[in-house]
């Protein structure tokens, strides 16, 4: 029999007659059964279940290793909502600490001291309006009552000019604040 190209690719058919090539193509079940003893079907056949029980035997791993992955997943997700709360808490924490730390700026300070200077002016002056009312209503000067006027119009008032000066140096530029 003279080489054709099917024989040359499917040398295991080179015994078979034309009348059994002819059997071959017209006999399904013929076809089935000599395809199937093909020895690169058979190849091919080895490599498919081979490639199967390589698939399941993965399948089980993933399988196995299931429950461990939707439990990390769990605690990935507890710690992802654990961050996001902490990250809203410290929102809030770092505005309370700016409201915290404003009380202690430069700024808010000089306005606490220029508002401290004002009411100490206002208070000794109210001490010696108070203090001169009294006198002339009642008209007895008591040297007692006047030593005291004088002794706590004296304390106020030096309270007064020293937050002034603070104020001036401060408004000089002499005052130097360290954030230590």
């Known amino acids: 029999m003279a080489a054709t190209p099917l024989m040359a690719e499917f040398p295991e058919l080179s015994h078979l007659t ?4 002819e059997d071959l193509s017209n006999d399904p079940a013929y076809f089935q059964a ?7 079907v058979k190849s091919l056949y080895q490599s498919q279940t081979e490639l199967g029980l ?7 791993r993933n399988t196995s290793l299931q429950d461990l992955l939707y ?14 709360s902490l990250e809203s808490r410290w929102k809030d924490v770092e ?4 409201e915290v730390y404003q009380r202690f700026s430069p700024q808010f300070l000089l306005l606490r001291l220029r508002h401290a200077t004002t009411d100490q002016d206002n208070a000794s002056e109210a001490l010696a309006s108070s203090f001169v009312q009294a006198s002339s209503s009642s008209g ?8 005291d006027f004088v002794k706590e119009f004296r304390e106020l008032r030096k309270t ?3 937050r002034v000066m603070w104020g001036d140096r401060w408004a000089a530029g002499q005052v130097v604040w360290r954030d230590e």
Do not use: G
């Open 18 to 21: 034309r009348a059994d090539l």
């Open 34 to 40: 000599v395809f199937h003893s093909l020895s690169c």
């Open 54 to 60: 390589a698939n399941e035997a993965i399948a089980r």
């Open 71 to 84: 439990q990390l997943r769990s605690e990935t997700q507890d710690s992802f909502d654990e961050a996001k």
């Open 95 to 98: 505005r309370e600490q700016r």
């Open 140 to 147: 007895s000067n008591d040297p007692s009552d006047v030593d």
């Open 160 to 162: 007064y000019h020293k």
